[in-house]
């Protein structure tokens, strides 16, 4: 099999990364580990542009087996119920709206995370806004960077549904002798998904409150966790490269469960980039590449589609205690990945989210079904700076943490 690349032809890895904490946080650990094992990546970030009650006609709600949600969409659908728009807002806008704007006029270089702009000028990289991944002047943006050398693409909660046309071009291959579809053999282009839940159980959105959900009507032992797939035409359909879990705790939020998907979500696009590094760095003909694995329903389990909770399903999953997110625990997060805690700027980042708060009308005493929780301190991981020069406050503290070595039980057995 022929190679993709020849020495040293750039590697170019597009990123089309959301704008929430959890994908900020792993792009924050994953462009150090690109740029350290030879590629280039390029920082596209995609418009969270939901449709009111839209819903697309592309779509035949025929093709997906529905728990109590009547229908799917190509289209990111904004929520009708208020505590789930409050925890966007909570989990994304706030980022972009009050907390990025605020950096730009006063960053901190001690704090364990960078803006994603931050993360493009420390390391000389291209980042661009993309109003449409569809449009055919993006298409052209691939094509220049394919001209160049791509090594293929990877989605991390991308808030945009990617069509026909650009996922052909990303995966278009340089050998045309290559036909295996449930493989990636060397060199070949890869356009990756990384899904924030079990699949095929929990496709769609929200797929960490489902499992949580589910946890709760079990009081079993229960796993969320994360997907990484191929990206094709329907919605988080394309084969698995593989899945890893960790177990639900009854008591934590969505947010700080999502949080702590950030670990083994970047572990899967370590495991990922590097075989796929290993294959397409030999130079000897190979007959087998990088195994992809048709998605299986596991006993009890079907493949459901899901969309926004409902009014009735927010009340249910109330009604059993599941909390979304405190303004406390998101304020302290934050603070702890973007500033130093009890620094000046700390403080004064937390006054700019308090004013955010008030100006989006978010109750701050309001928690729904428990008490606030504060968020673990994050696990930055050994592929984010090491060093960092006290000047917000006093010095970060590093709790690097251990990654689970492996789960079984419950429904499911999940590879970690």
Known sequence: MTMMFKPGRERYVPLFVGGDIVAQSILNEFVPFLIENGFTPVIYLPAYNPVKGAVSASVSPARHTFKKASKASKSMVLPDNPEIARFLKLERKILDEAVFPFLKQESCPDAKMMTPHQLAQKYGLTIKDV???????????IRSLKAKGLAGALSIRCFQIFKKPIIDLIKASNDPAHLDPETLGPGEPFFMNLHPGRLPQYRGVFSTLRAMADFAR???????????????TGIDTGLTYKMKGLPIKSDESLYAHNLRLVLVATKLLHEFVSEWQGLSASTNEMKEGIPLHQQISHAGDKAEYFTNPTNGEMDEMKAMGIRLASVDEVKTALIERYSVPGSDHAKRLEKVMDRWIADQGIDPGQDYAGPARTVAAFDRGPSVRSARRVVCGRPPV???GKPPTGTTGGRIALRV
Request: glycine residues 4%; aromatic residues 14%; without cysteine.
């Open 131 to 141: 109003t449409n991944v569809n449009a055919p002047e993006f298409l052209d943006e």
């Open 218 to 232: 079990a009081a079993s032992l229960y796993y969320f966790g994360a997907t990484l797939h191929d990206v094709n």
């Open 398 to 400: 590093n709790d690097p």
